[in-house]
């Protein structure tokens, strides 16, 4: 995975500069004794605090990182916006990775576009990837340096698919889906992201 200034730019659906990511930043540097400690605030700030709007059914689609902290709700897209622009808004290179899952137990519903995050970590000159989207019953992910602990695993049997990318934004094709979606549990993406 390379590291560019792309990873600490900020973009439309990484707008860190907005006023509520911005206050959210210093609450959490408030509360970090290192940088790693940060990190693993703002990833569990995102995976406990923001629900999963298919989880709770919400009516409004979170489109970027500022609507997903003014809402409190966004799918795994926007909650990963939303990690990327914490980590981004105080100097930490971060990137956003994509899982293709089925959208049930197997493939008879298709399939859902996963995203989580790629992180670089300065001090141990390397990235790791987590996966914020949010615990539940028959799901969890933690923050780890030595082995990714993610929400999903990629279940062969189903050609679901690990791509272990590492993207400065969010993909176009995404953004155009929540930008026409008018219910999340409406949005599909039965389709290869490489």
């Not at 902290?69 to 105080?90: F, M, P």
Request: with cysteine; charged share 30%; hydrophobic share 35%.
């Amino acid at each position: 995975m390379t590291l560019s200034k792309e990873y600490l730019s900020e973009t439309p659906s990484i707008n860190f500069s907005h006023p509520l990511i911005e206050e959210k930043i210093k609450e959490l540097r408030d509360i970090s004794d290192s940088q790693i400690d940060y990190i693993k605030n703002a990833y569990e700030f995102v995976r406990d605090r923001i629900t999963h709007s298919w989880d709770v059914k919400a009516k409004v689609v979170s489109k970027n990182a500022a609507e997903v902290l003014e809402n409190g709700t966004g799918i795994c897209w926007t909650k990963s916006c939303l990690l990327a622009a914490l980590l981004r808004g105080n100097g930490i290179p971060a990137g956003i990775s994509y899982q293709k899952l089925t959208r049930g137990d197997d493939d008879s519903d298709g399939y859902i576009i996963h995203a989580l995050n790629t992180v670089y970590i300065p001090e141990l000159q390397k990235w790791i990837r987590l996966d914020a989207r949010g615990n539940k019953a028959t799901v969890h992910a933690e923050f780890s340096l030595e082995e990714e602990k993610l929400a999903f695993p990629a279940r062969l049997q189903y050609a679901e698919i690990d791509y272990r990318d590492n993207n400065p934004d969010l993909d176009g094709r995404l953004v155009k889906i929540l930008n026409e979606a008018d219910m999340v549990m409406n949005i599909r993406t039965d389709f290869d992201l490489k």
